[in-house]
């Protein structure tokens, strides 16, 4: 307890010295009619300067943004890495995509992984330059790193409506001090770090956690529950869920059941930040697509706030990944037009 109280004192005091808090954007928040029809197209630039085009439904060569807003896309996602070997997703090239979705007209939500490169479920790996540091210490590079980069994105006329501290963090973030099945405490803290740090230039701005398998209640239900035990501050909770042509009815209950289960219970709003199937199972996948949109929208009190493709520019195997929606010709498949329904 002692430990715990000087660490929050700690961090109150190094917060306090940080520049003054950005005037709130009156644009950034959440309406109960808009509803979230997104990509995350993180992959993008790096795709672009490997020679990679795009064509729109016609066949004709189309800049990405342009052919994601003519099929109902109006929110982008954006990961941000701390210091990436190669550049991509840091905040220069962030920067660079978060200005072409504004003046694509796109809301944006931003995605901190607090890591060098890839966190998921299996990693959440610390970036190197914060290896060695102490937990406080640690806390501190959360709360300066979002800070930073949102600050760089003010100062560039960006104004994310959303913002996401740690990427399908199911056991915790900033491993081995925020696992949170070895101290769900740590793993609070961090989230406050980041949670403060956006507010402090963003107020308006909705902070969401986010957690994979939107499926598994179990899982929302014991991470959750910590989370509020340890008192962490969030605003939305965020879901993945990546189905199959076979499965995907049954994943889709069971995500419905778990959305309502967390809305009864922890009285947060969902957004389902990242979906995807194999980009040759078009068909199923816009079946997918269109039950999953108007599940979120059966949701009491307009607390289904959207869904988001990941990386659906992705094609001819980019990386290995083949869960676009993008044909082998670089055009968007039917998948897509899920959005263009009411």
Known sequence: MYQTSV?????????????????????????DTFFVKGADVSWLTEMEANGIV?????????DCFQILSSIGVNTIRLRVWVNPKFGWNNIDDVVKKAIRAKNAGMRLLINFHYSDSWADPGQQTKPIQWDSLSFLSLTKAVYEHTYSVLHTLHQNNIFPHWVQIGNETNNGMLWPQGKASENMSNFAQLINAGYEATKKVFPSCKVLVHLSNGYDQQLYKWMLSGLKTHQAKFDVVGMSLYPSATDWQQKNADCLANMQYVINEFDKPIMIVEVGMSWDEANACKLFMKDIIQKLKTLQHHKGLGVLYWEPQAYKQWKQYTLGAFDNSGKPTVALDAFLEK
């Open 54 to 62: 795009f064509y729109n439904k016609l066949g004709k060569q189309t």
């Open 7 to 31: 660490l929050l004192l700690c961090f109150g005091l190094f917060c306090c010295k940080q520049t003054e808090t950005v005037a709130p954007v009156l644009n950034s928040v959440q309406t």
